[in-house]
């Protein structure tokens, strides 16, 4: 008796290839199974449509043939586990316009033997896995995980929408390989309300460097910047007073906290070497990370050592005490009352015998205005954004891609926080 329920179509590899990847002018000749054990591999012989010519490469419109090359190979996305590899013989194809040319092949770029859906899908698991761990899973090299997301990004750069950016924050990353100087990047954040992004990195923390990353924006973004956010970073206020002057440019409250982090420290790293051999010393050591963070935050047994080291009138506990006292200046609603207090802080700090606090003091007496344009854009910028993108990048560059250029890192940071644009594909293989 024959089987009642034999489904309607036996499925055959083929019918899924044409059902996910179909290119017009192109048929799936033939699909074998290949190898043992670990070197099983499919491959797929791919022909021409017999009555469609080639199309040119530059114009896309079909030529007469001209001759034929030797059959090429590209990786495709595996089977089930199983490499697989796509096989054709490509037309050069004579364009009356463009002369003789290899033909327009929908799957591939360029020379590179990946498929596009496979270099796609590489760099969909790049930004999951490290892309060392990415070339072991997928049965393929480092290189080609990292040209894969190369072209991802070089696409995603070539069609992303800059248009309609209202503020960006600057920034340098200590990034901690090469030389001094090299081992700074800066950054462009968009870090508008409703988009926060990468929009461009670059190497050094100069003037020359945040004026390339602003040409590669373009004179019509930077010159519809509303709000410019950066740090107290001379090269880069040079840079944007004379590119951005109609923007409000403000001073990031993130970076103002961080100098007095730093202040408190070097103050207390001084007083720990004054104190040498005594207890108290070892006593401050240990504070450090107290001392770092914001005293609402410190509770339980650290808190009463924190007060301890108040009572002590250390200098230690006084620069602590200091930086404790402006964070009210980021209550103020009215940029008016905030300046009376920004006066009243600096004055204390001047008079604390504590240098790195009267630097900080110094350095904001020379800022005030940027400073107190924070209370103008409150609520148009996104001022958490920059320190939030910063983390991410520090994610990023710790993640152990092996990233054995600046290029690649470059390219590893686009890839995850850039937010592009990507190519449209028919079918998501991951
Ligand atoms: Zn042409």
């Given amino acids: 008796m024959k089987n009642k329920n034999r489904p309607t179509t036996q499925l055959e590899v083929?019918?899924?290839?044409?059902?996910?990847?179909h290119f017009v002018g192109f048929v799936y000749q033939s699909i074998?199974?290949?190898?043992?054990?670990?070197?099983?591999?499919?491959?797929?012989?791919?022909?021409?449509?017999?009555?469609?010519?080639?199309?040119c490469a530059d114009?896309?419109?079909?030529?007469?043939?001209?001759?034929?090359?030797?059959?090429?190979?590209?990786?495709?996305?595996?089977?089930w586990g199983i490499v697989c590899h796509?096989?054709?013989?490509?037309?050069?194809?004579?364009?009356?316009?463009?002369?003789?040319?290899v033909e327009h092949i929908p799957w591939s770029q360029g020379k590179r033997p990946v498929t596009l859906a496979m270099m796609s899908f590489l760099a969909q698991w790049?930004?999951?896995?490290?892309w060392r761990e990415t070339a072991r899973v997928f049965h393929t090299s480092w290189e080609s995980v990292y040209r894969s997301v190369e072209w991802l990004v070089e696409w995603g750069l070539r069609h992303r929408v800059l248009a309609g950016i209202k503020a960006i924050g600057v920034d340098e990353i200590f990034w901690g390989r090469g030389r001094k100087s090299e081992a700074f990047l800066t950054v462009i954040y968009q870090i508008d309300g409703h988009c926060r992004r990468l929009l461009w990195v670059g190497r050094k923390r100069t003037q020359a460097t945040l004026n390339r990353g602003l040409d590669a924006l373009g004179s019509?973004?930077?010159?519809?910047?509303?709000?410019?956010?950066?740090?107290?970073?001379?090269?880069?206020?040079?840079?944007?007073?004379?590119?951005a002057g109609q923007a409000l440019h403000i001073l990031d409250r993130f970076h103002i906290t961080m100098h007095l982090n730093q202040a408190v420290d070097q103050v207390r790293r001084a007083e720990s070497?004054?104190?040498?051999g005594k207890p108290l010393a070892e006593r401050l050591k240990k504070m450090r990370w107290k001392l770092l963070r914001k005293g609402s935050q410190v509770r339980g047994r650290a808190k009463l050592k924190l007060e301890g080291l108040l009572a002590s009138k250390m200098a230690t506990g006084r620069a602590w005490d200091l930086k404790e006292a402006f964070q009210h200046f980021w209550k103020y609603r009215c940029p008016f009352w905030a300046g009376g207090f920004l006066d009243y802080w600096t004055q204390r700090a001047m008079r604390s015998r504590l240098e790195p606090m009267k630097k900080v003091a110094r350095m904001l007496r020379t800022h005030d205005a940027l400073i107190l344009n924070w209370f103008k854009a409150r609520g148009e910028v996104s001022t958490g954004a920059t320190e939030g993108l910063n983390n991410k990048i520090r994610v990023v560059?710790?993640?152990?891609?092996?990233?054995?250029?600046?290029?690649a890192m470059e390219m590893a940071l686009y890839h995850n926080l850039g937010k592009l644009p990507e190519p449209e594909c028919s079918h998501r293989f991951c």
Avoid at 126 to 130: A, E, N, V
């Fill in 14 to 21: 083929k019918t899924l290839l044409n059902r996910i990847q």
């Fill in 32 to 55: 074998r199974l290949r190898g043992t054990g670990g070197s099983l591999r499919v491959e797929v012989k791919i022909e021409s449509h017999g009555g469609m010519r080639g199309k």
């Fill in 59 to 79: 114009c896309l419109k079909p030529c007469p043939g001209y001759d034929r090359l030797e059959e090429r190979r590209w990786l495709f996305v595996p089977l």
């Fill in 86 to 101: 796509f096989f054709y013989l490509p037309r050069r194809v004579e364009c009356p316009e463009h002369g003789v040319g």
């Fill in 126 to 130: 790049g930004r999951r896995l490290s």
């Fill in 220 to 243: 019509e973004v930077v010159s519809g910047l509303k709000y410019v956010c950066s740090d107290m970073w001379k090269p880069y206020l040079n840079v944007l007073a004379r590119r």
């Fill in 273 to 276: 070497t004054r104190l040498k």
């Fill in 397 to 407: 560059t710790r993640r152990a891609y092996g990233f054995r250029t600046y290029k």
